[in-house]
């Protein structure tokens, strides 16, 4: 692990959440871009507030994750364009190894490749989305030749879980932005995430798209 030693009031952090499948070790990723309200100084509350995010998106992320599903590690950096290599003096990686919590006996989940789609508003710009794997089951959805939908009692459930988290980051004085930059963030880019709302229209995405992790991909 390469030292985050200080994270300033203004700065913005790039954080991803990686799943896998095992044994077949399918990997893939969500990103994330956080603000910090606050300054921390020193290695110990830095470790000590990465260590509370770390927790959050962890958990997050496995209450809604169907129990085959790994959730592998959470990486912090400071601000990375996405699909760009970490500065490798600037991040840390701390494994997690936590079983998904989500199970619907009978049923089994959809193909990785159909992605629940979460909506980020922002007052200006476009609006940015997040796609999660692995969180539908075949007892969730209606499948037409149309595409997919999710019910609304599973579609309730995620909406609860994002809500919450959204929360809790506020509470933590880290905010969900939308930025972007080609070496660091691009002040005219930066947005606050405003809201979250989880769409019941599935999307189709191969896993060979730029949310996966092309480097752990065995197949």
Known sequence: MAPLTTINAGDVLTVRVYKVLNPVQIAWANTYEILSDN????????????????????????????????????????????????????????????????????????????????????????????????IVTTRDANITSAGATIVPARLNVIQDAVNTFYTSLRSLNFRLVLASGRNAVDPSTLRNVTSLSVKNDMRFKKLNNRYFDRTRNQN
């Open 39 to 134: 300054e921390y100084t020193g290695e110990s509350n830095v470790s000590n507030i990465l260590q509370t995010l770390r927790d959050l998106f962890a958990n997050f992320e496995r209450s809604l994750l169907f129990n085959e599903y790994l959730v592998d590690r959470v990486v912090f950096s400071t601000y990375v364009a996405d699909s760009r290599p970490y500065d490798p003096f600037t991040f840390v990686s701390y494994p997690v190894n936590l079983a998904g919590q989500y199970n619907s006996p009978g049923f089994r989940p959809l193909p990785l490749e159909f992605c629940t789609l979460v909506k980020r508003a922002v007052p200006f710009g476009r609006q940015g989305n997040i796609l999660y794997r692995g």
